[in-house]
């Protein structure tokens, strides 16, 4: 990349999905309150929430614009949360490392957003949330890693209670993007 | 018959609804296909042409990366303050490749302004190499 102090702002849509109770919400407030804000009682998210932050990558003079959308996981919201999705960017899928069966979902999660978004298979990054509960985990560190690498998609550890990580998931989305703007600009300045 | 897509014959571009300095909406003007304008995220993105004084348009040739859904829009007024569709297009998915397009407009409309709106694209980012806009004075 270009050192050259050239400073461009980036816009992504971002959607967050995965069970619900996984801690979608809470990670999403808590990056974007910079960790101040942690929701202590449950509010289903009923549809979508939206949040908009934007964050620097890292040596790179890309900005990204992050446009969060935080989807609902109840199963009986999918149909409406999945209207959210068109023109999607970038994918966070999180699971609960205390609840097996939320892990066990992505598989689900990810057929159905490669199924309401067809143009493209998304990038994204696979969250494990709550990994502060230790003495409580069941779905260990290499299950997640390994069904993130199976689906080319980016692997965090993160607890949005404990403030561990929570910015991770979306340094990572930005730079992906980013990425994917530096390429498309290869590709066009080759044709 | 002229080519107002060109800064050679008067035209500038008034706005962009996003800027990469690098790669300026005014690639789009300068008569150098391998120059481009590139959109920075999301959909809809805009650009407006000012022309020197009315023109009419006759035929807009656009060659381009990754635009779907292309909207026309044209403004008679002095001010870009009121703007009314000419043409809408949706242009093949070419996977990255150039996209080349000619349509001609219907009625020859007059025009002061022109503002195109990409509306949707096939990839996260579109561009747009050269605006060919084929037209006579008005």
């Known amino acids: 990349m270009s050192s050259a102090n050239f400073g461009v702002l980036l816009r992504c849509k971002v959607i967050v999905v995965g069970d619900a109770g996984v801690g979608k919400s809470a990670i999403v407030q808590m990056f974007h309150s910079k960790g101040s804000h942690y929701p202590r009682q449950y509010n289903m998210t009923t549809g979508c929430d939206f949040v908009m932050k934007e964050i620097k990558v890292p040596e790179s003079d890309y900005t990204v614009e992050l446009h969060i959308y935080d989807c609902a996981g109840q199963s009986v919201f999918k149909d409406l949360t999945?209207?959210?999705?068109?023109?999607?960017?970038?994918?966070?899928?999180?699971?609960?490392?205390?609840?097996?069966?939320?892990?066990?979902?992505?598989?689900?999660?990810?057929?159905?957003?490669?199924?309401?978004?067809?143009?493209?298979?998304?990038?994204?990054?696979?969250?494990?949330?709550?990994?502060?509960?230790?003495?409580?985990?069941?779905?260990?560190?290499?299950?997640?890693?390994?069904?993130?690498?199976?689906?080319?998609?980016?692997?965090?550890?993160?607890?949005?209670?404990?403030?561990?990580n929570v910015e991770s998931p979306f340094s990572a989305a930005a730079k992906l993007y980013s990425q994917a703007y530096q390429n498309k600009l290869e590709t066009l300045n080759g044709i | 018959m002229a080519d107002f897509g060109l800064a050679s014959n008067g035209t500038t571009v008034m706005f962009s609804s996003c800027v990469d300095d690098r790669y300026p909406p005014e690639n789009i003007i300068d008569g150098n296909d391998s120059t481009f304008w590139i959109t920075t995220g999301l959909y809809p993105q805009q650009f407006i042409l000012q022309f020197d004084g009315d023109i009419k348009i006759d035929r807009i040739k656009t060659i381009t990366t990754d635009v779907r859904k292309l909207k026309l829009e044209r403004c008679t007024e002095k001010a870009p303050t009121s703007?009314?569709?000419?043409?809408?297009?949706?242009?093949?998915?070419?996977?990255?490749?150039?996209?080349?397009?000619?349509?001609?407009?219907?009625?020859?409309?007059?025009?002061?302004?022109?503002?195109?709106?990409i509306e949707s694209g096939w990839d996260d980012f579109a561009a747009v190499r050269r605006f060919t806009i084929e037209g006579s004075k008005a």
């Not at chain 1, 209207?83 to 992505?106: A, C, G, H, M, R």
């Not at chain 2, 569709?85 to 022109?114: C, D, M, N, W, Y």
């Open chain 1, 82 to 164: 999945s209207q959210y999705w068109k023109n999607s960017n970038i994918v966070i899928f999180v699971y609960d490392v205390t609840k097996p069966e939320s892990f066990q979902n992505l598989g689900e999660w990810l057929d159905l957003v490669r199924k309401k978004c067809p143009e493209k298979v998304l990038p994204g990054v696979v969250v494990a949330n709550k990994v502060d509960l230790e003495d409580r985990v069941k779905v260990h560190t290499t299950e997640g890693a390994e069904f993130a690498r199976n689906n080319s998609l980016e692997f965090c550890q993160i607890s949005a209670f404990r403030d561990i």
């Open chain 2, 83 to 117: 703007f009314e569709e000419i043409h809408q297009v949706e242009l093949a998915h070419k996977g990255g490749r150039v996209q080349v397009e000619s349509s001609q407009i219907s009625g020859s409309p007059t025009a002061s302004f022109l503002r195109v709106t």
